[in-house]
């Protein structure tokens, strides 16, 4: 299945921008997520640092010391007083603490004080199963006369906060993305919607060109410079095509009113010379060939110059047209042409559509004598007139040969012709005859139903639409 253009560069548009968006709030999301760990570990790494200062102050304290000093800590409630605080001795014996922590906590932390990664400390991320993570800072604080540490100090601080930011970190990532990208389709569909609308009114002038339009042109407008040089493009295809159907419409007429006249004398001169008494049997026999020969020529002359009518003009002005008196009139005709061929017609009642009688009725004829060409002698051929619902129907059948099925598709397009129309003994035309008949139906707005078995015959059924209901036609 292939996809329109508007649709692919639609598709390609939505998978960048959903990819793009989401992206973007994925990559917002964790840099958010890095500067609040970051402002953990530094604001740990401050407050660690004004309690060694403090300490500092009075190197030589005792753990009873400590305790005093916490207890003052707590109770002046600064700021700088982190969520945990521990002070241990160089031995990693605890000396004082401050602030709750699980006791599944404690032997990480415990480890953490014999461990001599950095003389500045050192950040560890503590997790512990059915706990909130726990960010943990180990400092040792060194006398500054000797290099020797005096106390080694812990501060801590929950992560559960950032857990908790990270979930609504998420919940805002997906929505905002989900949310971005529903906007950026949607305008993205308006913009490719009113980007295309140039390229869609070419598309629909294209649309409407016919033989009869080729005088038209794609107006001018404003539009990108692309699609202004393809609207130029396609005017200058059209001159040149408006040419060409010009020169073969005025060749196919000339050519067929040239050979109108020249056919006429000689079918006249046949005429006159079967007339006469003086000829034999074989010579008779002669021009009655060469009458049916210049016959056929005068047809297809004609079919040459209606075809390319009705492709240069496909206009008529309606008339009344009472179809049992032309498949009477249809009838006669066919039963001269018909060589030992049985001709019947069943007409029961009038049938009165808005139509051209002439193009009806060489329609007609043109079926009629593709069923006497293609019937054996001793054959039928049936003409058939009836009404199905809003349509009046007309039926030509014979007892023919029939059409391949494979050349059923086939039929009706110009110089085509069937694999029976080159069997020797048949007269062939130029392919012309059902092309008419199609013309004249589609110009008509009926249609047009063949069925065919090999060996058993053929029936081509036309559907002409009657006048409306509420216009009934008054008979004269």
Known sequence: MRISLRTQIFLWYAIVVTFLIVGIVFAAQQVIEQRLEASIDRGLEERTDMLAATILGSPRLNAEAYDDLIQWLTEQQLSYVPAVLRVSDPKGNVLASFGDVPDAMVPPMNQQLLSEDDEDGWFRTIKIRGHPALRLYTIPVQDPLNAAPIVILQTADSLGQIAAAREELWFYTFGVGIGGSVIALLVGFFLLRRGFRPLDRILYRIEGFGTATLTDRIPDERRPPELQRLANIVNEMLNRLDKAF????????????????????????????????????????????????????????????????????????????????????????????????????????????????????????????????????????????????????????????????????????????????????????????????????????????IWSRKGVGTTVTLYLPLYPRQQPPQLK
């Open 246 to 449: 010009r020169d073969r419409e005025t060749f196919v007429a000339s050519v067929s009113h040239d050979l109108r006249t020249p056919l006429t004398i000689l079918q006249g001169q046949l005429d006159l010379m079967l007339m006469g008494h003086e000829i034999d049997e074989p010579a008779r026999q002669n021009l009655n060939r060469m009458v049916r020969e210049v016959r056929r020529l005068s047809r297809m002359t004609n079919n040459l110059l209606l075809s390319a009518h009705l492709e240069t003009s496909p206009v008529f002005v309606p008339m009344d047209v009472d179809l049992k008196e032309l498949m009477e009139e249809v009838s006669a005709e066919a039963r001269v042409l018909a060589d030992d061929v049985s001709i019947t017609i069943s007409a029961p009642q009038p049938l009165i559509i808005p139509g051209d009688y002439d193009l009806i009725k060489q329609m007609t004829l043109n079926i009629v004598d593709n069923a006497i060409r293609f019937t054996s002698k001793g054959g039928r051929v049936e003409l058939d007139l009836s009404q199905q619902q809003d349509y009046a129907v007309i039926k030509v059948s014979d007892s023919g040969q029939g059409i391949a099925a494979e050349e059923l598709g086939q039929i009706g397009k110009p110089f085509y012709k069937g694999e029976a129309r080159h069997e020797k003994g048949r007269r062939s035309g130029v392919g012309l005859g059902l092309h008419i008949v199609k013309q004249i139906i589609d110009l008509h707005q009926g249609h047009m139903d």
